[in-house]
């Protein structure tokens, strides 16, 4: 059974000022999404799940099913990331606005996926090499169970010239195993090299160019999503009243490593990130994006 590819699509880029997933930025208008397709279908992906919002989903589907030809021997499936789709007993708090973050947004494609998968965001471009990478290690005969796989990236290359970003920082060990996973929401450029962030106490923590971190490139199987569930729903117990609390997939991660539960193998890639934050990075996942094709990586006018 070849790998499913489940897109995270539902957010409502707060921080850039629109829906970043539908932002051209190709050449040719192409968006960060049509790259994902494009690479996921190459490597050997024959089903794409997209999570998305009911307020946008629409005009999502029609952008999405504008290009036939991008979505040719593909499967293709969209799931509705609900604020009141929650486990039995819980109900959303009158006054939120949103749903419950990437735990729950992955748990909510329970119902769909039925095979090895693999997780990215909408608005992240990982590069032709992560693609791959995702799809060697699901077909691969020892991918049963919680066995799980990461593509990891370098911090230096992911973070923003314009401002703060959020990354899941990873500690690998000798074996090349996830060994644990911090989640840092406000990451920016250090100017003796590398990444700080304040620490909740105020201190200021350090972390190198080459640390290794997580872009939400995950490679998971069926057997996640009970996890998930027991997660989230205690999650929810402590924070079901929140207005903007959110269950993060990294945290969830990180909580069935620390107890043994699952085992992730990291898996690096060379290949070149870009995203965008801001509308200020805009510019330079453009000429990121140019390059590629001026370089022979894509086609000019795939989904275009």
């Known amino acids: 059974m070849s790998p499913a590819l489940v897109i995270l699509a539902a957010g409502m880029g707060s921080r850039y000022g629109g829906l970043k997933q539908m932002d051209p930025v190709g050449p040719q208008g192409q968006t960060i999404l049509d790259y994902s397709i494009y690479d996921a279908h ?4 024959d089903s794409i799940v997209f999570i998305i919002r009911r307020e946008f989903a629409d005009a999502f589907r029609a952008r999405i099913q504008s290009h036939p030809a991008a979505l040719a021997g593909l499967s293709v ?19 939120r606005e949103k ?12 119902h769909v996926v039925r095979s090895p998968f693999a997780v990215v ?3 992240d471009f990982y590069g032709a090499d992560a693609f791959r990478k995702l799809a060697e290690f699901l077909r691969a005969s ?15 290359q992911t973070l923003s010239a314009h401002g ?7 500690k690998v060990d000798g074996q090349g195993f996830l060994a644990s996973i911090e989640e840092q929401t406000a990451l920016e450029p250090d100017p003796a090299g590398g990444a700080r962030a304040k620490r909740p106490d105020g201190s200021i923590a350090h972390f190198p160019a080459d640390t290794v971190v997580s872009m939400n490139c995950w490679a998971l199987t069926p057997a996640v999503f009970q996890s998930l569930e027991s997660q989230f729903i205690t999650f929810l ?6 207005l903007k609390g959110e269950c993060y997939l990294p945290a969830v991660i990180g909580k069935l490593l620390a107890s043994g539960a699952v085992r992730v193998r990291v898996l690096p890639t060379d290949a070149r990130w870009c995203g965008i934050t801001y509308q200020e990075d805009r510019a330079s996942v453009q000429a990121t994006l140019k390059a590629l094709h001026d370089a022979g990586e894509y086609p000019n006018n795939f989904a275009a």
């Open 142 to 156: 020892q991918v049963q169970g919680h066995d799980y796989g990461l593509v990891g990236y370098q911090l230096g």
């Open 99 to 110: 749903p419950w973050g990437t735990a729950h947004a992955v748990w909510s494609t329970r």
């Open 121 to 123: 965001n909408a608005d």
């Open 237 to 242: 117990r402590l924070h079901s009243m929140d």
């Open 77 to 95: 499936h969209y799931v509705l990331q609900e604020m009141s789709g929650l486990p039995t007993g819980f109900q959303p708090p009158p006054r």
């Open 42 to 45: 190459r490597a050997g992906f």
């Open 164 to 170: 703060t970003v959020a990354r899941g920082v990873c």
